[in-house]
């Protein structure tokens, strides 16, 4: 007894045959698989709802500007989904390469790497600017006192107009 077919639905996309990534970076891959599917970046940014910034780091294989190996596989998986390849055709080279980036010596003036571990990042603290009043707002802008100061004087507004009203009405 057959089934019948006529109502079934094809969810999920046939996989394609990946290109070969022997020699390629993972941004390459995503570039060229892109490419074949006739998408603009901003249609893939739609599609796995990555930001469009990330997806150019990501072609351009500038993996230190996102937030991390386990992010970057995520990024990967969900780029594989919407092309319609296997995941691993990216993932699979991108730990190659993070590998590779891990295991490079760090040049001089860097910080060595963990181990175990690609090599670190340290955040720099924003430069301070010069001057009275710009340190001023320097301050007040990264201690976010201009907002503590509205909600206290706010606060001493309330408490007085209650005073006011208790002492009107004795």
Do not use: Y
């Not at 996989?15 to 599917?37: F, H, I, M, N």
């Not at 500038?62 to 992010?71: I, K, R, S, T, Y």
């Not at 080279?93 to 963990?114: K, L």
Request: hydrophobic fraction near 45%; charged fraction near 20%.
């Amino acid at each position: 007894m057959r089934a019948d077919t006529g109502r079934l639905r094809v969810i999920a996309p046939v996989p394609d045959d990946p290109p070969e990534a022997a020699g390629r970076s993972p941004g390459q891959l995503v570039r060229e698989l892109r490419t074949r599917r006739g998408l603009s970046l901003e249609q893939l940014a739609a599609a796995t709802k990555i930001p469009v910034s990330s997806l150019r780091h990501i072609e351009a294989d500038e993996f230190d500007a996102l937030p991390g190996p386990v992010f970057v596989k995520g990024f990967l998986r969900c780029c594989a989904r919407a092309l319609g390849v296997e995941a691993e055709h990216l993932v699979e080279p991108f730990e190659d390469w993070n590998s590779r980036a891990a295991s490079t010596p760090p040049a001089e003036g860097d910080a060595a790497p963990s181990p175990g571990g690609p090599p670190q990042v340290t955040a720099r603290p924003p430069a301070r600017p010069s001057g009275a009043w710009a340190t001023a707002k320097w301050r007040l802008e990264t201690a976010n006192l201009a907002l503590w100061a509205v909600v206290v004087l706010f606060v001493l507004v309330v408490v007085s107009a209650a005073f006011q009203l208790g002492a009107g009405s004795r």
